[in-house]
């Protein structure tokens, strides 16, 4: 079993930053991709950054240029760097991580709650 704990989240002036954490426990593969996710209330969850084993990144385009995904593999942990945070950006924001075999474990986080204030 793999458990993802997410930790960072906060109520954040509009400009500010936050830094996300996921840790991943129990038996941990190495994650051929780990990614940050958000779901607002009314809206579907969405995409928001991804990164592959290799470290690969794509973002979604509302977030490029302000929000940085890295991860450390030998911790288990992929980390997500938000700057210049605007309203907009408040969500509930989930980690994932996926590791594939013959067949696709796709892993979730609790979510973390981001609220950004105008």
């Known amino acids: 079993q793999v458990q993802l704990v997410e930790s960072g989240g906060d109520l954040v002036q509009a400009g500010g930053s936050l830094r996300l954490s996921c840790v991943a426990s129990?038996?941990?593969?190495?994650?051929?991709?780990m990614a940050w996710y958000r779901q607002a209330p009314g809206k579907q969850r969405e995409l928001v950054a991804h990164?592959?084993?290799?470290?690969?990144?794509n973002y979604a385009d509302s977030v490029k240029g302000r929000f940085t995904i890295s991860r450390n593999n030998a911790k288990n942990t992929v980390y997500l760097q938000m700057n210049s945070l605007k309203p907009e950006d408040t969500a509930v924001y989930y980690c994932?991580?996926?590791?594939?075999?013959?067949?696709?474990?796709?892993?979730w986080g609790q979510g973390t709650q981001v609220t950004v204030s105008s």
């Open positions: 994932n991580a996926k590791f594939a075999t013959t067949i696709l474990y796709n892993y």
């Open positions: 129990g038996s941990v593969p190495v994650f051929n991709a």
């Open positions: 990164i592959t084993r290799d470290g690969t990144r």
